[in-house]
């Protein structure tokens, strides 16, 4: 899940009587760059076969399965030797996240300088944190903190209107050679590890000309004066003993050692390509998009990425294919793209079914928009949740998986793949980024695996002879008069939720 908490909506309407802040102060704090990369290192060396026929350009390596996005961001802290630079909105305390802390304290013990970035949304363990940070080759600072540490609700009480504003940047550099950019956070359910959901999402691993501007991107947002060393929030920590580090290796490892989710790791063929420097790549012209920092305090004007995402859509001339997890199109969104469709512009959208999407509230405002959208020609797919469905995994979604890619498709030639939904969250409050590519020949291997996967993987919606929208399972051949896999007190939850006055905050 990357949504507020709908608790908090809550306290946005108590913030109207309260006029107390608690916004911490912004303290004295070292400036930090990203280091150039070096010819020299082992994964410039490994990159400079590939890079070099392709000066100006960017190499991608799409990550659409949980594991291999799990094993290519293991395989680029591992042969870093220079600089590590993590940045990501929700950092959990589970098992993959766990193991790439510990890659992240081995690169640190043998010299590589490691700086963390999280969003502070997250509750997670300060003193944790501090001892991390207190290595002499890690740093660790949080975005848009909480000055209550323990109880964040009196913090949304005091200064909602600056703390429901969030960090939603995901990326993962090393040694200015590599860069991991896309829609997951770091957790089980974004790696296929977790038993019970799973986020089907789509990554990007780069090479090439796109990286030094992401690397600039992290500069800016670790420098801004949002982000605070965690030092300045719970005081000065200890260096964790050497014993103690290598009694916590020894723990985790004997925890995951006999797990079924790292054996069939071993047996990827992730894991090959990258020993044998033949991990395919496509090229592409590239481009970042971010917002900037300063969308937290001035958001109608410091929101550059809504609109280059606006100009990408505007410059589609024949077909928009559009996934996105939350889709909450305003009224004026809904009805541009309904505009585009009636002109004759093929208009695909595909996002979660209320059975597959983890925040009720935002399906019940996506769901006012959709007589509208198809009305008009658009094309609408929401994902399936069925367990008797036995899918391969994909960013499409597997039989328990919740939709998290963000990536659009225009006219068969640009993609764009990043952290930016299609929701006034998005587009309002929470900085996203994004890169823009190139490749008319990638976009083709999408649309050649979409017809089966949308007929295997989602509903087909449509309005009936009385206007009313229906879905259409095209796999079983069956036609459904109400929304499919869910409860009838989920229905009304999704439906009171759309006549609550938060649109904007969703």
Not at 64 to 89: P, T, W
Not at 123 to 151: C, G, K, Q, W, Y
Not at 285 to 292: M, Q
Not at 352 to 373: I, P
Request: charged fraction near 20%.
């Amino acid at each position: 899940m990357n949504r507020l908490p709908f608790r908090a909506f809550a306290s946005g309407f108590l913030l109207l009587l309260s006029g107390c802040s608690t916004t911490l102060p912004e303290l004295p704090k070292s400036a930090s760059y990203a280091l150039p990369s070096d010819s020299k290192t082992k994964l410039a060396q490994y990159t400079q076969p590939i890079v070099e026929p392709f000066p100006e350009l960017t190499g991608f390596h799409p990550l659409a399965d949980g594991k291999d996005a799990f094993i290519a961001r293991l395989a680029v802290i591992q042969a870093a030797e220079q600089s590590l630079d993590v940045q990501y909105y929700i950092y959990r305390d589970d098992i993959t996240s766990t193991i790439i802390s510990m890659y992240l304290y081995q690169a640190a013990e043998r010299g590589v300088r490691v700086r963390i970035l999280l969003d502070d949304m997250q509750n997670r363990n300060d003193e944790d944190m501090v001892s991390i940070s207190a290595h002499p080759n890690i740093e660790v600072r949080l975005f848009n903190p909480f000055s209550h540490r323990t109880v964040r609700a009196v913090g949304f009480l005091n200064d909602f209107d600056q703390l429901h504003r969030r960090m939603h940047n995901k990326a993962l550099l090393a040694d200015g050679i590599f860069a991991i950019t896309g829609g997951r956070n770091i957790g089980d359910e974004y790696f296929s590890a977790n038993g019970s959901v799973e986020f089907g999402d789509f990554d990007l691993l780069l090479v090439g000309d796109v990286v030094p501007p992401i690397a600039n991107q992290f500069d800016v947002y670790w420098n801004s004066e949002f982000s605070t060393p965690i030092e300045h929030l719970v005081g000065k920590g200890k260096q964790i003993p050497q014993q103690e580090i290598k009694q916590w290796y020894n723990e985790q490892y004997e925890h995951i050692a006999d797990s079924p989710y790292f054996y069939a790791l071993s047996k990827l063929p992730i894991i090959e390509q990258l020993k044998t420097q033949a991990l395919p790549f496509f090229w592409g012209e590239a481009e970042l998009h971010y917002d900037l920092p300063s969308k937290l305090s001035a958001p109608s004007t410091e929101n550059p990425l809504l609109h280059q995402i606006s100009t990408l859509l505007e410059h589609t001339q024949h077909e928009l294919l559009l996934i996105s997890p939350y889709f909450v199109p305003t009224e004026e969104g809904a009805e541009a793209l309904a505009q585009a469709a009636r002109d004759g512009k093929k208009i695909t959208i595909i996002t979660n079914s209320l059975a597959s999407n983890d925040v009720f509230a935002v399906h019940g405002w996506y769901a006012k928009r959709r007589q509208t959208l198809l009305a008009a020609g658009v094309k609408l797919y929401e994902t399936k949740v069925d367990p008797q469905v036995n899918k391969q995994h994909s960013w499409l979604g597997s039989s328990r998986t919740s939709l998290h890619a963000k990536t659009y498709i225009m006219d068969r030639e640009q993609l764009f793949v990043g952290s930016f939904n299609f929701d006034p969250r998005s587009a309002q409050y929470n900085t996203e980024m994004g890169v823009v590519i190139d490749s008319p020949v990638f976009a083709a291997k999408v649309y050649q695996a979409l017809e089966p996967n949308l007929k295997k993987n989602t509903y087909r919606l449509a309005l009936d002879s009385n206007g009313d929208v229906v879905w259409i399972d095209d796999h079983k051949q069956q036609t459904l008069t109400s929304e499919p896999d869910v409860s009838y007190l989920r229905r009304f939850g999704a439906w009171f939720s759309g006549i609550l006055p938060i649109e904007d905050l969703l």
